[in-house]
């Protein structure tokens, strides 16, 4: 329905992981620093955005440098798995 970058108040218990896929569509909508208005207002527009649901044991920190290139592997392997087919 819409997403909003970091709320004081959240309205959910629900966050946006750092892994996207877009269609080149997205990029009309980068007008901020930030990737989170480009993809509300991507939404907003009418698009269709589909989302999928990790478990808490998959969520990872990356504030440190070996735990970021863990995720940055782990997602690539998980990439060329699945969007092949």
């Known amino acids: 329905m819409s997403v909003v970058e ?3 108040k959240p309205e959910t218990n629900y ?3 750092a892994f996207y896929i877009f269609e080149r569509g997205i990029f009309n909508y ?3 620093d930030e990737l989170t208005p480009a993809i509300n207002d991507f939404i907003m527009a009418g ?3 589909y989302y999928y649901l990790i478990r808490n ?3 990872v920190s990356i504030g440190r440098s070996e735990n970021y290139y ?3 592997r782990k997602t690539y392997n998980y ?3 699945n969007l092949k087919k």
């Open 6 to 8: 970091k709320p004081e």
């Open 15 to 17: 966050a946006l992981p």
């Open 30 to 32: 980068m007008k901020y």
């Open 47 to 49: 698009n269709d955005v």
């Open 57 to 59: 044991s998959d969520w």
């Open 70 to 72: 863990k995720i940055l």
């Open 79 to 81: 990439s060329e798995r």
